[in-house]
Nanobody, 115 residues
Framework: QVQLVESGGGLVQAGGSLRLSCAAS????????MGWYRQAPEKQRELVARFTRDGITYYDDSVKGRFAISRDNAKNTMYLQMNSLKPEDTALYYC?????????WGQGTQVTVSS
């Protein structure tokens, strides 16, 4: 079993940056995929960015060119660098890990972007 703990959220002005971290209790080297999701009030949870074991990365069109997903296997940590933040990026951001059929979620970290 893997536990995921997000951090790095906060309040930032439009145009600012934040870096989210997702610390895993176990090794993330062999995951099938890991990613970041977000959920805004009264909206469905949506995929923001993800990488797969094969090294494929995916970004939602709304964050392409502004967000970057990365990981540090030695630290069992995944990151989401968020630049040029917009008010519409405001949401609760969740870390997700797919361990070949077993899926894990963190508790979420709030990102609020003021205009």
């Amino acid at each position: 079993q893997v536990q995921l703990v997000e951090s790095g959220g906060g309040l930032v002005q439009a145009g600012g940056s934040l870096r989210l971290s997702c610390a895993a209790s176990g090794s993330i080297f062999s995951v099938r995929s890991m990613g970041w999701y977000r959920q805004a009030p009264e909206k469905q949870r949506e995929l923001v960015a993800r990488f797969t074991r094969d090294g494929i990365t995916y970004y939602d069109d709304s964050v392409k060119g502004r967000f970057a997903i990365s990981r540090d296997n030695a630290k069992n940590t995944m990151y989401l660098q968020m630049n040029s933040l917009k008010p519409e990026d405001t949401a609760l951001y969740y870390c997700n890990a797919d361990l070949w059929g077993s899926e894990y979620w963190g508790q979420g970290t709030q990102v609020t972007v003021s205009s």
